[in-house]
């Protein structure tokens, strides 16, 4: 069964600090990996995908099949990151597996 | 653009009690989404349609909930009757075709008392 795997409920840095959000996935196909996120008051909406392999926001995330991860980096967070981030993975595209989210809490 | 609307935003009934809740999508989004947000999980599929088809229902408990998109544009999606465990954020979600990108709405938060 897909299993999508956010291990922390809450990430606090300090503005200009890296941020890296983990995800790890069980999956025995190749699927496809996506990151949403949801600023407060916002509805959720998604940040990126990796068969775009581009950067939004300054964010990057980076398939490793053999880890079965999906982190999500940015190098020097700011203060406007600040929101809840789901990893989520879906096996065609479509149908898509959550994960249970993780608070990223960027400090002034 | 307009985005998914869903309404209403807000609803406190009893258990044992009937609600529904509405979901027009994107204009032109041929596949609909309805997804359980209970708090602090993420979002869990409960039914997926086509236009007016439906694709995927399986973690969708049939013997309280049930959803329709009669004209493959707006949905309905009612809980009869509710429990205790139903309360959660129902969100709606559109994308113009499978494998498109998926839009959420801004939910429908129901308290079950």
């Known amino acids: 069964a897909q299993r999508v795997t956010q291990p922390e409920k809450l990430l606090s840095v300090f503005k200009g600090a890296p941020v890296e959000l983990k995800c790890n996935y069980s999956?025995?196909?190749?699927?496809?990996l996506f990151w949403y996120v949801q600023y407060s008051r916002q509805r959720l909406q998604l940040l990126l995908r990796?068969?775009s392999r581009e950067s939004i926001k300054g964010f990057t995330a980076d398939l490793n099949k053999g880890e079965t991860s999906f982190h999500l980096k940015k190098p020097f967070a700011q203060e406007e990151d600040s929101a809840m981030y789901y990893c989520?993975?879906?096996?065609?595209?479509?149908?898509?597996?959550f994960g249970a989210g993780t608070i990223l809490r960027v400090k002034s | 653009e307009a985005g998914v609307a869903q309404s209403p935003r807000y609803k406190i009934i009893e258990k044992r009690q009937s609600v529904a809740f509405w979901c027009n999508p994107i204009s032109g989004h041929a596949t609909l989404y309805w997804y359980q947000q209970i708090l602090g999980q993420g979002p869990k599929l409960l039914i997926q349609?086509?236009?007016?088809?439906?694709?995927?229902d399986s973690q969708l408990p049939k013997d309280r909930f049930s959803a329709e998109r009669l004209k493959g544009v707006d949905s309905t999606l009612k809980i009869q009757p509710a429990k205790l465990e139903d309360s959660a954020v129902y969100l709606c979600a559109s994308s113009l075709v499978p494998r498109n990108t998926i839009y959420f709405g801004e939910g429908s938060w129901l308290t079950v008392v």
């Open positions: 349609f086509q236009n007016n088809g439906v694709v995927d």
């Open positions: 990796h068969i």
């Open positions: 999956y025995s196909g190749s699927p496809e």
């Open positions: 989520a993975l879906s096996e065609d595209g479509n149908k898509l597996v």
